[in-house]
C-alpha cells in the first residue's frame, strides 16, 4: 500500500523548501531473520533535503533498508535517527515519514481525491485542512481534472501521481520511495524521473530511493548508496562512483555496458591482461591485479590490446562492440561512436590511455590504485 506515516507538517512555500527536509541517519545497523543477515552493520547519514537512492541488485538489502528507516520492520542491532531524534524504537507514526510502495495500491472503489486523502481522514485531520492539502498537492502534480477518477480509469502514470499525491498530503519531512516506476514503460519511467526530481527539489523534502536500475540512480540521484549482499559497497556522487569505482563489485555494476575487468599476470617487470603478450598494463608488484576499463574509453586502432569480435550492437549514436581477448577468450566491450560495420571473427586491437585504467586487488576486490 501507498500511505503516511508521519506527523502532519504545513506545506512549505518555495522560499522555505530548503529547510524542509530531515536528516536520516544509520548507525550500525543490522537485520536478521534466523541465520540469514540481510542488513549487516549498515552505517551512513542522509542530508536534510536531498535525494538519495539506494541501489543494489535483487536480494542486496536495500528495501529492508528502506522499510527500517519507515519503522515496518525492526532492526537487530544498531540505532536510526531521524531529525535528530533516536526513532528506532518508534512506531511507524511517530517517525515523520510517507512512503510509497512498488504498487501503487489505490482503492478501487475511491475517487482520486478519496485515495490521496484517506491517511488524513484516518488521522481526523480537519476537512479544510484536508482541502487545502489536496488542492496543493493537487496543483503539484497536475491532477487537479482526475480528482473525480477511480483508478481503473487512470493510466499507470496517473496512478503513479495519485500515489505521490498520498505521500505529499502528509507533509512529512522524508519520503520513501520503493521502486515506484518498475510498473511503467520505459519512456514514461523517463517522464517521471524528471518529475519526481522536480518535485523533490521544489517541496524541500528529504527523499530516499530504492531501485536496482542505475538509470534511474545516476539520473536522480544527488548521492547513491550501492548495497551488496547487506553491506555498503560504496556510498557517492552518481559521478565519483562512475568514475572512480571502489571495488569491483561496484566496475561490475555501474555503467552501461559496465566496467571491463581484465586480470593480469606478470611479464618482466610489467602486468599484462592474462593470455596476452601485452601491451603493459602496470608495473608488476607483489599481488594480482585486475584491470578496470570503461568500454567508451576504448578505441579501435592498429595496435594494443588484441581482441576477436564477436558480435556488434548499433545503437544509434554509438555501436558496442562485443568481443574476446587472448588465448583465455576474456569477455571486452568496447563503445565507439556511430555506427560499426566489422565481420564477426574480425582481429581487432583496442588502444587506450594510461589514465582509464583501474587497479584492484585481485583478492579482496578492493581498489589498488
Request: hydrophobic letters at 45%; aromatic letters at 4%.
Amino acid at each position: 500500500m501507498d500511505g503516511d506515516f508521519g506527523e502532519t507538517r504545513a506545506m512549505p512555500r518555495d522560499s522555505e523548501a530548503a529547510h524542509r527536509g530531515a536528516e536520516v541517519a544509520l548507525i550500525g545497523v543490522s537485520k536478521r531473520w534466523g541465520d540469514m543477515r540481510a542488513l549487516d552493520n549498515v552505517s551512513f547519514n542522509i542530508a536534510a533535503g536531498s535525494f538519495t537512492v539506494l541501489l543494489g541488485p535483487s536480494g542486496c538489502g536495500k528495501t529492508t533498508c528502506l522499510r527500517l528507516i519507515a519503522g515496518l520492520e525492526t532492526a537487530s542491532e544498531g540505532r536510526l535517527r531521524i531529525g535528530g531524534r533516536d526513532v528506532t524504537a518508534l512506531p511507524p507514526a511517530e517517525r515523520g515519514v510517507a512512503m510509497v510502495f512498488q504498487s501503487y495500491a489505490l482503492f478501487p472503489h475511491l475517487t482520486v481525491a478519496e485515495n490521496i486523502l484517506f491517511g488524513l481522514k484516518a488521522r481526523r485531520v480537519a476537512a479544510a485542512e484536508r482541502a487545502r492539502r489536496l488542492k496543493a498537492a493537487a496543483e503539484l502534480l497536475g491532477i487537479d481534472e482526475l480528482l473525480s477518477r477511480r483508478p481503473a480509469a487512470l493510466s499507470g502514470g496517473q496512478q503513479q501521481r495519485v500515489a505521490l499525491g498520498r505521500a505529499i498530503v502528509a507533509e512529512a519531512p522524508v519520503c520513501l520511495m520503493d521502486e515506484p516506476l518498475s510498473n511503467l514503460d520505459a519512456k514514461l519511467r523517463a517522464e517521471m524521473r524528471a518529475e519526481i526530481v522536480s518535485l523533490q527539489r521544489r517541496l524541500g523534502i528529504t527523499m530516499i530511493y530504492v531501485t536496482h536500475d542505475q538509470t534511474e540512480a545516476m539520473s536522480m540521484a544527488d548521492r547513491v548508496i550501492l548495497l551488496n549482499r547487506g553491506r555498503i559497497e560504496q556510498d557517492a556522487r552518481p559521478d565519483e562512483l562512475y568514475v572512480r569505482p571502489r571495488t569491483m563489485f561496484v566496475a561490475g555494476f555501474v555503467g552501461t555496458p559496465p566496467m571491463n575487468l581484465l586480470p593480469l599476470v606478470r611479464q618482466g617487470g610489467t602486468m599484462v591482461v592474462r593470455g596476452t603478450s601485452g601491451p603493459a598494463i602496470a608495473t608488476a608488484g607483489a599481488r594480482g591485479l585486475v584491470a578496470g576499463i570503461r568500454p567508451e574509453a576504448m578505441e579501435l586502432a592498429e595496435t594494443g590490446l588484441p581482441l576477436t569480435l564477436e558480435r556488434g550492437e548499433y545503437l544509434g549514436a554509438d555501436t558496442v562492440l562485443h568481443c574476446r581477448c587472448g588465448e583465455e577468450a576474456l569477455p571486452v566491450m568496447l563503445r565507439p561512436a556511430g555506427r560499426v560495420d566489422l565481420v564477426p571473427g574480425a582481429a581487432l586491437h583496442a588502444a587506450f590511455p594510461p589514465s582509464a585504467v583501474a587497479l584492484f586487488d585481485a583478492e579482496s576486490g578492493e581498489r589498488a590504485d
